[in-house]
């Protein structure tokens, strides 16, 4: 047993960097911490130790933890420098090298993390603890909040797919959760500390329960039969995944918020299998169909890459017209970067730099247009909103359950409130939609 006591007021500073699922652990790993004695350095004040959760999606992504952690290092010049996430797997020894960082741990250590500040020594040369990403099988549900009233909970780790563009599965190994009651317990008690709206988050979220029998749908309806007023929302789910049934399902629950978000990566047929990607575009053309034809308010959003290995103009032009024909509401956009040790680089044919901006300008355009067509076909509609803290100058604002951003006159007794409101026109900046009054 450790002697845990050493870490009584010891002060923690935390940065995450990159997606939703690094907060919830960031903030599962800030629980630890905090139930052995650490509290949270305020703002000013000299941490003790330092954790660093870092994203490794892009090169720019891996420049910007060495940023954050040579920042943290002038910041709190004594303390402890943790580094962990997916650049810590992937470049430990890389980021042994920087300045200041004492202990780098890996996928699998990451929630391990107060036996290895027991045993750290401080003026030897950084420590690195990382398992082989193949041996990984650590899971941890957990749940942060993000500083306005949703919560993000984990339900899944690691991808099985290896599409050829994307290093996540050797950052975050295989696919693995929790089993539903463990992952409703995580639910529960987000809802007991006050939660209104739990988006559900993962590396393929479609996958969960594989590994013991349990499949996503059996965890969507088990958040459905959760007794209280929360809303949950699917986040991004594998268009192969989004199972027809679960589809029917959301159309008539009582929980689960029309609001789907599918990766589509490329419109055409040609690209999808460069990418390795395991459906074609006639596949993901039907599930937009089917989620419209039976919740034609749908709030769908649809993240593509552009400018990978292969992608030729005229490949990029049919991608194009192909989303322009989707009744979509909006679209994340990526812009290609190579990433060593992935099979995309193996493709000759490459776009140059300048052309992949030009192109992800392109579809930025025609995701504005998207959006706006869909705010103005809600106009004059009547939903339940939920109110946020975060102000916008005089006003609040808040989300309808078909994820439409509406905005009203701040008032704090209604943050993190439900109201029904109808949906009037656009605000002033053309960000939202006010309130009919
Ligand atoms: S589905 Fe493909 S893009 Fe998504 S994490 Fe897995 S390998 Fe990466």
Redesign the pocket.
Known sequence: MIDTTVFHNKKVAFHTLGCKLNFAETSAIGKKMSDEGFVKARAGEQADVCVINTCSVTDTADRKCRQAISKLNRLHPNAIMVVTGCYAQLKPDEISKIEGVDLVLGANEKFSILEYLHNIETDAPAEVHTTKINKIKEFEPSCSRDDRTRYFLKVQDG?D???TY?T??FARGRSRSANIEQTVQKALEAIEAGAKEIVLTG??IGDFGKLNGESFFDLVKAFDAIESDVRFRISSI?PNLLTDEIIDYVATSKHIMPHFHIPLQSGTNEVLQLMKRKYNRELFEHKVQKIKSLMPDAFIGVDVIVGVRGETAELFEESCRFIESLDISQLHVFTYSERAGTKMLDIEQNTPIAERKKRSDILHLLSDKKTKAFYESQTGKTYPVLWESRHNGENMVGFTTNYVKAERTYDKNRVNAVEMITLGGWNDEKSALEIEK
């Open positions: 991808c797919y290896y599409c994307c996540i599965p590396v393929n594998e």
